[in-house]
């Protein structure tokens, strides 16, 4: 399976269970599956619904940050994986 590095884990509020990804390299768009983390301990999801600045949105670019929903837990300084 091919994966790409999009982006980090900057924040985790652990009461709504919502991670706040800052896009590093390339996109991410609702409908994508992403993975949380290396293929030893992380987790794979797909992506619902994402919001920046508590509005919806469909698709964020390198440089940005959106919050989403993540179906477990994680920590500051986790690497995203578009697969």
């Given at each position: 399976m091919t994966t790409q590095q999009i982006g980090t884990i900057t924040h985790y509020f652990d009461k709504i269970q919502v991670g706040v990804i800052e896009i590093t390299e390339g996109?991410?768009?609702k409908g994508n599956t992403?993975?949380?983390?290396?293929?030893?301990?992380?987790?794979?999801?797909?992506?619902?619904s994402m919001q920046v600045e508590h509005q919806p949105v469909e698709t964020v670019k390198k440089g940005e940050s959106a919050g989403l929903?993540?179906?477990e837990p994680s920590q500051k300084g986790t690497l995203?994986?578009?697969?």
């Amino acid at each position: 399976m091919t994966t790409q590095q999009i982006g980090t884990i900057t924040h985790y509020f652990d009461k709504i269970q919502v991670g706040v990804i800052e896009i590093t390299e390339g996109s991410l768009s609702k409908g994508n599956t992403i993975r949380i983390g290396d293929e030893d301990t992380g987790f794979t999801q797909e992506v619902d619904s994402m919001q920046v600045e508590h509005q919806p949105v469909e698709t964020v670019k390198k440089g940005e940050s959106a919050g989403l929903k993540l179906s477990e837990p994680s920590q500051k300084g986790t690497l995203v994986y578009k697969l």
